[in-house]
């Protein structure tokens, strides 16, 4: 039996400690996000029931970043209560080994990987969406991008630059560069672009738009109402080999952290990068931190038995909740910091986002060796 009593037993004693830590901790997330929230109420048409709806919508979020602390603090009490009431002591008298212990907490830690990796990849990344987008629309607020001179990205041999990003994506002030080598050939210069609807569709609709063909001893200038991005570049619509004007994932990452994106999403965001030539390490980084993000989990609970073997008969519940919360603060400071020094000193994506995993890993294994 894969599941057998012991753990279903131990299993449940986690699982709820846990669930009651995060739900406390993403409330109280929550009410100081609103908080912050009332500021802007009363902005455009932003209201109470705005900053609630989204406020109700980046809990999923928040649940995610907590998550593993959660775990930890979750595993020291519900465990910790079971060895404060000799429960473990008696298994051992029973004949359980440490051993059995500890695979009942990591068949646990497997169920808690999977539903945290749920939650990232299909849950979060739609309620932040949804949520920028009621906020965003609410303020009326235009999408600034960082820089005085806008947005630059890189478009196969062109350069755009966008000045203004509206909610809805529509684009505001875009000037595209068309280069031969080192010589520029075309520039083109729309008042705004806007996605079209058709399904599969890469393309954009650009309009007021002014054409300037740069030839040898000239420069012969054309305008025009409206012109597809697909007419401009003289390819199909649908064709894969359209080159996207810009990627609706690098737009909606600019709404928001990379860390409200799915795996998949991270991913096409490295895949265009790369295909247009450009620096996708910090994208990387966040990829192989998602990926890493519900083993975290996993290491979380085996960080707490350490500290549960060792005082199996001492230590009250305030005790455990200082301990997981300190550790908790360690965890999330030392893979901010490592994660970062590792990818300024030039590692690859994926040791900087394990680096920190494995220093905890190794932590927890020998902290599980000298108190078992």
Known sequence: MMFGILDRYIGRSILTTSTLVLLTLVALAGIFGFISELDDVGKGNYTVTNALQYIFLTLPGKAYLLFAPAVLLGSLLGLGAMASNSELTVMRAAGISNGRIIRAVLMTGVALMVLIAILGETVMPKAEQIAEEIRLTALEERLSVKGRNGLWIKSGDRYVNISTIMPDFTLLGVNIHEF?????????????????????????????????????????????????????????????????????????????????????????????????????????????????????????????????????????????????????????????????????????????????????????????????
């Not at 031969?180 to 806007?194: F, M, Q």
């Not at 008969?313 to 490592?338: C, E």
């Open 180 to 372: 031969n080598g080192v010589e520029l050939v075309r520039s083109i210069k729309a008042a705004r672009a806007i996605r079209t609807q058709d399904a599969g569709s890469k393309d954009w609709l650009l309009q007021e738009v002014e054409f300037s063909l740069f030839n040898a001893n000239q420069v012969d200038s054309m305008l025009a109402d409206e012109q597809l991005w697909s007419e401009i570049v003289g390819e199909s619509a649908r064709s894969d080999q359209l080159p996207n004007l810009i990627s609706v994932d690098v737009l909606k990452s600019l709404k928001g952290s990379t860390e409200s994106l799915s795996a998949r999403n991270l991913y096409d965001q490295i895949q265009y990068l790369k295909e247009n030539q450009l620096d996708s390490r910090n994208i990387e980084l966040a990829f192989w931190s998602k990926i890493a993000s519900p083993l975290a989990t996993m290491v979380m609970l085996m960080l707490s038995l350490p500290f549960v073997f060792a005082s199996q008969r001492s230590g009250g519940a305030g005790q455990k909740i200082f301990i997981g919360i300190m550790l908790g603060i360690v965890y999330v400071l030392v893979n901010k910091l490592l994660t970062q020094l590792a990818l300024t000193n030039g590692m690859s994506p994926l040791v900087s986002a394990a680096l920190p995993l494995v220093c905890f890993l190794v932590i927890a294994i020998l902290g599980i060796q000298r108190s078992a």
